[in-house]
Structure formats: structure tokens, C-alpha cells
């Protein structure tokens, strides 16, 4: 069955600091992965989406940049953290296209920036 | 373009209450239906999915019929438990480019 992991599950970061959050699938190939954002109380946030290895989209520009350097692999980076980057970061992937299968999503990772 | 819009929170019911939450979609074309539930502190869920026109998603009491005439897919339980209390959000994905749109969320508590 396919899983699919996380980390950390929490950080705090103190604000100018880079930022590293790692995602993988297992038990797929060629998923679709996604980075979402959930402020406190707030709805899902699209900030990237991968349809394969170096393909990735963004749906809002800011100070986050993701990498996917392997086919289950997906990253979410920053160089420098800004207070507006804290949240609830969630990582999710699906089948990839021409399917109407949902998505599957991570347990999520914490950030405070302080 | 395609959209989702979720009946607003926050919802409070007392144990063994009736739930409704409303959701409604619009798409260009033939979407794929879903109920996600958010525990705090923790990631989406799937509760419930609907393929076609008049499925029905049914899992741990929670159903929800896919009603094309209506652009709706509303999450309904006869009976809410303390347990249930969590955010819920429906979310369409429309085929071929598996774009995923989702509501906003309904909060949902449950008091003994």
C-alpha cells in the first residue's frame, strides 16, 4: 500500500533562517505531489504542485521555493523565513493525471517562526 | 473556472444530533467528489468519495450523494458523537489535469 512521510513534525525557526521540509511516497510511481499551507483557523493554501521529477508549478509567488529531485521526493525550501511563513505545512500526493482518485495527504509539519 | 463553496462554520450540535454540512461545486467538466475530516493537530483525511452523477460516499455513519442537477455533495450522519468534532472540507478533482479545488473548512463540534 503506498504511504506517505513527513518531517519534521514540528519546527521553530527564528525569522532570516533557511527552512528544509521533506516529503516522500512510497508504494507509487509518478504521483503527483503537492505543498500546502494552513494558516491557524484558515482554509488550504496551494503553494506548489509536481506532475514529475523537475516539473514543478507555483500557485503564489512568495519567498518558498520546492524541489522534487526524485520521483517520490518533494521539498519545500526557503533561504530566508519571514513571521508570515508560519503555519501548518502539509505535503500530499495523488495518481497522476487522467484520474479521478483523491488525494492522500502527510501528517503535516508545524512551523513557528519567532 | 472550477470552485467549491462550503456551508460557513462553526457548527456546534449536541451528541446525537443530525449533521448537515452543505457543499456545492462548480466545474468544466465530469469531477470527482470528496469529503476530507482534519483531527487537530493532524493532516486531511479521506472521508468519503463520489465518482458520477448519483453516487453515494458513505464511511463511519458520514454519507454524501453526488447530485449533478443540484452541484451538490452535502455530508450528512444521522447521529454525531464527541468523536466526530474535527474540521471538514470537501474538495473536487477535475479530470484530465487533476487539478484539486477545496472549500474552506467547517469547523464541528460535539458536546456531551
Known amino acids: 500500500s503506498q504511504t506517505i512521510h513527513q518531517w519534521p513534525a514540528t519546527l521553530v525557526q527564528p525569522v532570516g533562517s533557511p527552512l528544509s521540509l521533506e516529503c516522500t511516497v512510497e508504494?507509487?510511481?509518478?504521483?503527483?505531489l503537492y505543498w500546502y499551507r494552513q494558516a491557524a483557523g484558515r482554509g488550504l493554501q496551494l503553494l506548489f504542485y509536481s506532475i514529475g521529477i523537475d516539473q514543478i508549478s507555483s500557485e503564489v509567488p512568495q519567498n518558498l521555493s520546492a524541489s522534487r529531485p526524485q520521483d517520490r521526493q518533494f521539498i519545500l525550501s526557503s533561504k530566508k523565513l519571514l513571521l508570515s511563513d508560519s503555519g501548518f505545512y502539509l505535503c500530499?500526493?495523488?495518481?497522476?493525471?487522467?484520474?479521478?482518485?483523491?488525494?492522500?495527504f502527510g501528517d503535516g509539519t508545524r512551523l513557528s517562526i519567532l | 473556472g472550477d470552485s467549491v463553496t462550503q456551508m460557513e462554520g462553526p457548527v456546534t450540535l449536541s451528541e446525537e444530533a443530525f449533521l448537515t454540512i452543505n457543499c456545492t461545486y462548480t466545474a468544466t467538466g465530469y469531477p470527482s467528489l470528496f469529503w476530507y475530516v482534519q483531527y487537530p493537530g493532524e493532516g486531511l483525511q479521506l472521508l468519503l468519495k463520489a465518482t458520477k452523477a448519483d453516487d453515494k460516499g458513505s464511511n463511519k455513519g458520514f454519507e454524501a450523494t453526488y447530485r449533478k442537477e443540484t452541484t451538490s455533495f452535502h455530508l450528512e450522519k444521522g447521529s454525531v458523537q464527541v468523536s466526530d468534532s474535527a474540521v471538514y472540507f470537501c474538495a473536487l478533482s477535475d479530470p484530465p489535469g487533476n487539478q484539486f479545488y477545496f472549500g474552506t473548512g467547517t469547523s464541528l463540534t460535539v458536546i456531551p
Open positions: 500530499a500526493w495523488s495518481p497522476g493525471q487522467f484520474s479521478n482518485q483523491p488525494q492522500h
Open positions: 508504494g507509487t510511481s509518478n504521483p503527483n
